[in-house]
């Protein structure tokens, strides 16, 4: 599906020769203009893939958060249970 901009490049040309500008500046302009609006409209097509893009970069997140999750809880245990042993290990030689 492409995208349509109503521009009548004809047309153009015409009002800018009429105002001054030599039939080649207009067509250049025309064309510049032309593309601008072709490059930066964003088609239904576009919008649907950018949401399905973002909907896969979310997923991928989710999955590293709960990743980063799991290994933090691994490791906040691992301490205390080593510190737990450490506090028990001291209060054994200081009795």
């Given at each position: 599906?492409?995208?349509?901009?109503?521009f009548?490049?004809?047309t153009?040309?015409?009002?800018?020769?009429?105002?001054?500008?030599?039939?080649?500046?207009?067509?250049?302009?025309?064309?510049?203009?032309?593309?601008?609006?072709?490059?930066?409209?964003a088609?239904?097509?576009?919008?649907?893939e950018?949401?399905?893009?973002?909907?896969?970069?979310?997923?991928?997140l989710r999955?590293?958060i709960?990743?980063?999750?799991?290994?933090?809880?691994?490791?906040?245990?691992?301490?205390?249970?080593?510190l737990?042993?450490?506090?028990?290990?001291?209060?054994?030689?200081?009795?």
């Amino acid at each position: 599906m492409s995208a349509q901009v109503l521009f009548n490049p004809l047309t153009y040309i015409d009002r800018l020769t009429r105002g001054g500008f030599t039939p080649d500046q207009a067509r250049a302009s025309a064309e510049a203009l032309e593309t601008a609006f072709s490059e930066s409209v964003a088609t239904k097509t576009d919008v649907a893939e950018l949401k399905r893009d973002i909907g896969e970069t979310e997923a991928r997140l989710r999955l590293e958060i709960s990743h980063a999750k799991y290994d933090i809880l691994r490791w906040v245990f691992g301490f205390n249970l080593a510190l737990v042993g450490a506090i028990f290990a001291i209060m054994k030689f200081v009795k």
